[in-house]
């Protein structure tokens, strides 16, 4: 069955660099798509990047610059890194899947919780 | 960018009462909205993608309708369960923005 799941820090030092993994079963990384959405503790969702089926990525333009979105596909994962964290950055971070260009994120991670500690 | 604009941002609805919710773009987003339903501790749910296809095992008390900028979920006889923020979408092409969400409490 298909299942996303994230890993990662709990805690990462202000200014640091934050690296998730989210690592993928049940479906191929290149035939769907994998996006980074992130929620703030007591906060909405917010589309960060996305990693295309042909490789190629997409991010949104508030973090684009401290953004990076990567993978592995014979290990069936997605990375996320961002640096230059600062205390507005921790957020539960999720990777979900799209299907194609009419559907939403049909499936999603269970989410990793960072904390950005100073 | 398209900001997507939810209300309200919380509601307080009886069992069995039919609530309705909106979803307001800035720009006209056609047809490319989904919905979600995302309960405390939890990753959220599709429900509705395309502005009004219910998702795989979406009971159908749930509906999407709308067109263009304006956008509504509505849900008919709610039950206990449904209690939960839910936010609208826009889909298709990029940045994939999320509205704020409405919080949809059972009394």
């Known amino acids: 069955q298909v299942q996303l799941k994230e890993t990662g820090p709990d805690l990462v030092q202000l200014t640091q660099t934050l690296s998730i993994t989210c690592t993928v079963s049940?479906?191929?990384?290149?035939?769907?798509?994998v996006h980074w959405v992130r929620q703030p503790p007591g906060k909405g969702l917010e589309w960060m990047g996305a990693?295309?089926?042909?490789?190629?990525?997409d991010y949104n333009s508030a973090f684009k610059s401290r953004l990076s979105i990567s993978r592995d596909t014979s290990k069936s994962q997605v990375f996320l890194k961002m640096n230059s964290l600062q205390t507005d950055d921790t957020a539960k971070y999720f990777c979900?899947?799209?299907?194609?260009?009419?559907?939403?994120?049909?499936?999603w991670g269970q989410g990793v919780m960072v904390t950005v500690s100073s | 960018n398209i900001v997507m604009t939810q209300s309200p941002k919380s509601m307080s609805i009886s069992v069995g009462d039919r609530v309705t919710m909106n979803c307001k773009a800035s720009?006209?987003?056609?047809?490319?909205i989904a919905w979600y339903q995302q309960k405390p501790g939890q990753s959220p749910k599709l429900l509705i993608y395309?502005?009004?296809n219910r998702y795989n095992g979406v009971p159908d008390r749930f509906t999407g309708s709308g067109y263009g900028t304006d956008f509504t979920l509505t849900i008919n006889s709610v039950q206990a369960e449904d209690a939960a923020f839910y936010y609208c979408?826009?889909?298709?092409?990029?940045?994939?923005?999320f509205g704020s969400g409405t919080k949809l409490e059972i009394k």
């Open positions: 979900a899947r799209r299907v194609n260009y009419y559907s939403g994120f049909d499936y």
């Open positions: 395309y502005a009004s």
């Open positions: 990693m295309w089926n042909g490789g190629g990525t």
């Open positions: 979408q826009r889909i298709y092409n990029s940045p994939f923005t």
């Open positions: 720009q006209n987003v056609y047809n490319n």
């Open positions: 049940g479906f191929s990384l290149t035939t769907y798509n």
